[in-house]
C-alpha cells in the first residue's frame, strides 16, 4: 500500500468520508514525485501560442530543450513561435555575466526573423549571477524598436501560477497601443485559450456566427497587432481562468473592461460560455443567433454521444489536470457519455475550487491537490477506474495498470473544445476504453478473477 | 532598472568560446541538459531512484522528456527549492527529500544530480550526503550517489558519464584479478542494452554492464504497480566491477575525469578498453576481438553468422545506398559510430551534426569516414536551425538521427530514419536496435527502405517490383 506523506494528509480527500477543506496552494514536499512544473513553465506554456513573437529563453539549454515545439498550439500564419531559441549560458556567463551575450543574441535573432515583438525568459540561475535583463530589454527595444519583454520566470521562485502571472504581466505591456484599427461595439477578447489543435478556431466561429468580433486571443493563435488593440474590446471571456484571470484583472483596472469566467469543455459549458456572452451584450438578434447555434449544435451531437453513451455507460473515470477549472467541466461531460468520476484532482486548484469539486462529484469520490504518480496509482485502483485523463505524464500510470487515457493537456492533437470537440472527447475516450487490448492486461485480468473470486 | 551606458560597461568580459554557427544563440538545439543524462543512468541502476536537487521543473520536464520516449513510468524525485533555499542553501530541502523519497519509494539507492542552480548558489551537495551518511543510525538506508552536473557544464552525455562514475566509485571494490568483464555500453536503447546482455552471455563469462535500463525503461505491463520497476544492474554485480580484469567502456567522449573505466583502471587495477559504439561492421569486429581478448573466449559461432547476413545485406541493398548523401546527428559517439557505418555502405555524410563543443569531433569523424571526409561539413556545437541552413545549398537524400531532426528532415523534404535519442513521434523509439550485427543490419534496411519508399512514391508508375 501506497503511504500519502505526512505533509499531504489533508491534500487527499473522500468525498462521504472526511470532513476537511482540502489543503491546496501549498509547495509541493521536497523529495516528492510532483506532477508540477515551475514557474518558468507557467509562463512559456502561457505566452507561447504568441506565434509572430521571439521567444528567447536566457538560461542554459535545458529549459529550451524540453520546451521546444511542446504545445499542439497551432498557428493561421507566421510560426516563430515554434522555435526553440536560448542563451545556452556556459560557465564563462554564469562566472562574468550573461548580458553581453542576451544582447548579442537579441539583436541577431530580430535582425534575422523580423519578429513583432520579443519575449526573454529567465530561468533559474539568471537573478543568481545578477543580469539585469530589464535594462538589456529596454535597450534592444530602443534599438530595434519592437517591444522586448523581460518575463521574470525563475523556476524555483514560486509555482506554476506565478509563472502565469509573469505572463500575464508580460502580455499586459503589449496591450493599449492600437487605438486605430475600428473595433465593433459588439466585440471580446478570448483570453487563456491556447488553439491547441485549432480549437480557438472552433470558439471563434461560435463567435462570428453570434455576430460578434474576436478582437484577440490571448494567446491561441496570437498576434502582436491583435494583442495591441485588444484593450478596445467590449468583454473579456476568461478560459483557464487559472492562468489568465490576472490579465483580465489588470485590463479591468486599466481599460475599464469586465470579465466573466468560462468553459469551452462539455455541451452544458459550451452552451453557457456562449449565453453568458450574448446575455452581456444584451442585444435581441445575438441572442436569438445564439439560441439557434446552440440548438443546432446540440441537436446534430445527441444522437452522436447517445451512441457512444452506450458503449461507456457504467464505466469510472479518473481526472488528474493543470488547473481545476476544466475538471468541472470534464466531471460534467463525462456523465454525457455515460461515465462517473472516481478520482479528480489538479496541480493547482483553489479551496474555492474544491470545495466546488465536492460539490458535483459523487459519493466516495477522491479528490487530490498536487498528488504524484504512486498515490494516483493506489487511487485509480481502489476505485476501479477505466479510464485516466490528464498529460503525458499521467499517461504510462493508467498503460501500465491497463486502463484507457485521453490526453487533455497542452500537448494534445484533437480538439477537445466547443461542440465538435465534445464528440471527439467522446470519440476519443471510447476508442480508448474499447479497445480489445485490455484483455491481455495483467492488472485487468487480476482484477476480473479478484472480482469473479468474491462473488463466489 | 540601469541605464544603457551602465549595461554597456558591466558587459565583460567578451563571450569567447569559438562556434562553429552563426548566431550567438542556440537554435533548436542538439543537445540537452546533463541531469537528464543522469537521471537515466541512475535508473539503469537496481533500486534506485533519481533525485534532481533543484527545482520542481527540472525533474518534471526530463520525466516528461523521457516519457515521451520510453513511454514508461520515470518517477525523478525533486528536492523542490524555494527562493528560501535559493539563499540559504538547499541542505535541509535535500535531507528531507531523501527522507520522503525513502519512506515513499523504499529504494536502494538513490541517485542525486545536482544543477545549475544548486551549483550557482555553492552548495555542497557531497557534503551534504557525508552528513546524511554519518549521522543516520546503522542499518543504513539507502546508497547515495552524488554527481556535480550543472547544466551550463557540457551536455546529457556528461551527466550520463558522471553518473555511471558515481555508481561506480560508491560501490565498486576489488583488485581487476577476476575472469569476469565489466560493459559501460554508453546512452544507447533498450534493445541495444538487451542486444549486449545476449552477446556477453554468449561468452559464457561473468560480467557487469552498467547501467542496465532494459528492464526498467522498458517493462511489461504490470499486475500491480511497481514503485521501482524491477531491473537495473544489481549493486552486488557493481560492487565486483572492482574485480574484473577488462572494463570494456563504448564511446570515446568520456574525459579521463568522467569515466567509470578510468576510475577502476587507476583504483583497482581494472584494464580500460576504450572502443567506439559497435554501430558497422568495422566497429563490431572491433567489439567481438576486444571480448575475445577480455574473456579469453572465442566468439560463438551465431555471431560470425549474424555477421555473414550482414555482409550478405550490404551487397543486396548497395544499389540504393551507393553515392547517396546523409544528414547525420547527434550526440558525439553516436555520430562517430554511424558515420562510420555509412562510410561502410557508400552514403556518404554530408552534415554531421553534434551539440557539445568538441575540438577533436572533426578529426574522429574524418577518421570514421575516409574518403569522403573531404565533402562532409562536420558541425561541432551544432543546432538543427545551423544544420538547415548548411544543407539547403546541398539538400542530403536523407536525415538520420533522433526525432528532433524532423525539422531538418521536413524542411528539406527528405526522408528521416528515426535513431538513437529521443523519438517522440513514432512508436518503439525505445526499441530501436542499433549495434552489433543484428543492429547494423536493422539500421542498414531501415535506411535502404527509406530510400526505396521516395524513389517507390516519385515514380508514376508505383513499381511494385523495386
Known amino acids: ?456 | 532598472m540601469k541605464d544603457d551606458t551602465e549595461t554597456e560597461r558591466e558587459m565583460t568580459p567578451a563571450v569567447s568560446e569559438p562556434s562553429s554557427r552563426n548566431f550567438t544563440s542556440t537554435r533548436n538545439a542538439c543537445k540537452l541538459c546533463a541531469p537528464l543524462g543522469a537521471c537515466i543512468a541512475y535508473r539503469g541502476v537496481e533500486g534506485c531512484i533519481p533525485l534532481i536537487h533543484g527545482s520542481q521543473g527540472c525533474a518534471t520536464y526530463i520525466r516528461r522528456y523521457g516519457i515521451s520516449h520510453f513511454r514508461e513510468p520515470i518517477d525523478i524525485a525533486s528536492s523542490n527549492f524555494t527562493e528560501s533555499s535559493a539563499i540559504f542553501g538547499g541542505r535541509d530541502n535535500l535531507v528531507s527529500a531523501i527522507a520522503n523519497v525513502t519512506r515513499q519509494y523504499a529504494p536502494r539507492a538513490i541517485g542525486i544530480a545536482s544543477t545549475c542552480l544548486t551549483e550557482t548558489i555553492g552548495d555542497d551537495v557531497a557534503m551534504y550526503v557525508r552528513e546524511i551518511e554519518t549521522t543516520r543510525p546503522n542499518d543504513g538506508g539507502p546508497i547515495l550517489f552524488q554527481a556535480s552536473i550543472p547544466s551550463y557544464r557540457g551536455t546529457h552525455m556528461d551527466g550520463f558519464h558522471e553518473a555511471i562514475r558515481s555508481v561506480v566509485r560508491a560501490v565498486a571494490r576489488g583488485d581487476g584479478a577476476r575472469a569476469r568483464v565489466n560493459l559501460i555500453p554508453g546512452f544507447v536503447s533498450t534493445e541495444d542494452l538487451r542486444e549486449f546482455r545476449e552477446i556477453l552471455e554468449s561468452f559464457g563469462v561473468e560480467y557487469t554492464m552498467l547501467p542496465d535500463y532494459s528492464e526498467t525503461l522498458d517493462g511489461g505491463s504490470w499486475e500491480t504497480y511497481q514503485k521501482l520497476p524491477e531491473g537495473g544492474t544489481r549493486l552486488s554485480d557493481i560492487a565486483k566491477m572492482g574485480s574484473s580484469r577488462a572494463t570494456l567502456y563504448l564511446g570515446k567522449s568520456a574525459t579521463d575525469e568522467q569515466s567509470a573505466g578510468t576510475w577502476l583502471e587507476r583504483t583497482c587495477g581494472v584494464r580500460n578498453v576504450r572502443l567506439d559504439l559497435p554501430i558497422g561492421i568495422a566497429n563490431t569486429d572491433a567489439f567481438f576481438a576486444a571480448l575475445e581478448e577480455a574473456t579469453g573466449e572465442k566468439a560463438p559461432e551465431k555471431w560470425s553468422r549474424a555477421r555473414g547476413r550482414l555482409v550478405d545485406a550490404y551487397i543486396d541493398g548497395h544499389k540504393y545506398c551507393s553515392g547517396k548523401t546523409a544528414a547525420v546527428y547527434g550526440e558525439e559517439d553516436f555520430v562517430v559510430a554511424m558515420a562510420s557505418f555509412l562510410a561502410e555502405i557508400g552514403i556518404a555524410p554530408t552534415i554531421v551534426g553534434m551539440g557539445s563543443k568538441s575540438a577533436a569531433f572533426a578529426d574522429r569523424v574524418n577518421a570514421a569516414i575516409g574518403a569522403d571526409g573531404a565533402r562532409a561539413e562536420v558541425i561541432d556545437d551544432a543546432d538543427f536551425a545551423t544544420m538547415l541552413d548548411r544543407a539547403r545549398a546541398a539538400p542530403p537524400d536523407i536525415v538520420i538521427g533522433n526525432s528532433k531532426g524532423y525539422y531538418l528532415a521536413r524542411n528539406l523534404n527528405v526522408p528521416l530514419v528515426r535513431c538513437g535519442f529521443p523519438i517522440h513521434d513514432r512508436m518503439g523509439g525505445q526499441r530501436v536496435l542499433h549495434v552489433g550485427y543484428r543492429g547494423t543490419i536493422s539500421l542498414f534496411d531501415s535506411i535502404c527502405n527509406a530510400l526505396m519508399q521516395e524513389r517507390q512514391q516519385a515514380a508514376k508508375n508505383g513499381w511494385t517490383y523495386i
Open chain 1, 1 to 456: 500500500m501506497v503511504e500519502i506523506l505526512e505533509e499531504r494528509a489533508r491534500q487527499v480527500f473522500e468525498k462521504g468520508k472526511d470532513g476537511y477543506a482540502i489543503e491546496c496552494g501549498k509547495t509541493s514536499a521536497a523529495g516528492s514525485v510532483s506532477q508540477r512544473a515551475c514557474v518558468f513553465c507557467g509562463s512559456r506554456v502561457v505566452l507561447y501560442p504568441i506565434a509572430d513573437a521571439l521567444h528567447l529563453i536566457h538560461g542554459p539549454i535545458g529549459c529550451a530543450a524540453y520546451t521546444w515545439d511542446i504545445r499542439g498550439s497551432m498557428s493561421s500564419g507566421p510560426e516563430l513561435h515554434r522555435m526553440s531559441f536560448s542563451t545556452d549560458l556556459g560557465e564563462n556567463e554564469v562566472i562574468y555575466g550573461g548580458e553581453k551575450k542576451l544582447y548579442a543574441a537579441l539583436c541577431e535573432l530580430i535582425d534575422h526573423y523580423e519578429p513583432k515583438a520579443a519575449f526573454v525568459y529567465s530561468t533559474c540561475i539568471v537573478g543568481l549571477i545578477g543580469d539585469d535583463v530589464g535594462a538589456v530589454c529596454a535597450r534592444v527595444s530602443r534599438e530595434k524598436g519592437i517591444p522586448v519583454l523581460p518575463v521574470n520566470s525563475e523556476g524555483f521562485k514560486g509555482t506554476k501560477k506565478d509563472g502565469y502571472r509573469a505572463a500575464c504581466e508580460a502580455v499586459f505591456k503589449l496591450t493599449g497601443k492600437d487605438d486605430e484599427t475600428p473595433v465593433s461595439r459588439l466585440s471580446i477578447n478570448i483570453l487563456g485559450d491556447f488553439n491547441l489543435a485549432g480549437e480557438t478556431w472552433i470558439i471563434k466561429d461560435y463567435y462570428r456566427r453570434m455576430g460578434i468580433e474576436v478582437v484577440s486571443c490571448i494567446t491561441g493563435d496570437g498576434r502582436v497587432g491583435e494583442i495591441a488593440r485588444s484593450h478596445r474590446a467590449a468583454l473579456n471571456v476568461v478560459q483557464c481562468s487559472g492562468s489568465m484571470t490576472y490579465l483580465a484583472k489588470m485590463m479591468k483596472e486599466a481599460y475599464g473592461i469586465p470579465f466573466m469566467r468560462v468553459s469551452y469543455f462539455g455541451i452544458e459549458d459550451m452552451s453557457k460560455a456562449l449565453y453568458d456572452v450574448a446575455e452581456h451584450f444584451g442585444d435581441a438578434e445575438t441572442l436569438e443567433r445564439t439560441r439557434e447555434l446552440v440548438y443546432g449544435e446540440v441537436n446534430a451531437l445527441l444522437p452522436e454521444l447517445a451512441a457512444i453513451k452506450a458503449d461507456l455507460d457504467g464505466k469510472k473515470a479518473a481526472i488528474y489536470v493543470g488547473g481545476s477549472f476544466k475538471s468541472f467541466a470534464l466531471v460534467k461531460a463525462l456523465r454525457h457519455i455515460g461515465m462517473r468520476t472516481v478520482v479528480v484532482g489538479s496541480q493547482t486548484g483553489t479551496p474555492e475550487d474544491y470545495e466546488y469539486l465536492k460539490e458535483i462529484t459523487d459519493e466516495g469520490t477522491v479528490i487530490c491537490d498536487d498528488t504524484n504518480p504512486l498515490e494516483l496509482s493506489r487511487f485509480i485502483m481502489e476505485k476501479g477506474a477505466d479510464l485516466l485523463i490528464g498529460g503525458v505524464k499521467e499517461r504510462p500510470i493508467a498503460y501500465k495498470m491497463g486502463i484507457a487515457f485521453c490526453d487533455h493537456n497542452h500537448e494534445r492533437k484533437e480538439a477537445l473544445a466547443g461542440f465538435s470537440g465534445m464528440l471527439n472527447f467522446a470519440r476519443e475516450v471510447r476508442a480508448s476504453v474499447m479497445s480489445p487490448v485490455w484483455k491481455f492486461s495483467p492488472a485487468r485480468i487480476a482484477a476480473q478473477s479478484a472480482a469473479k473470486g468474491g462473488q463466489t
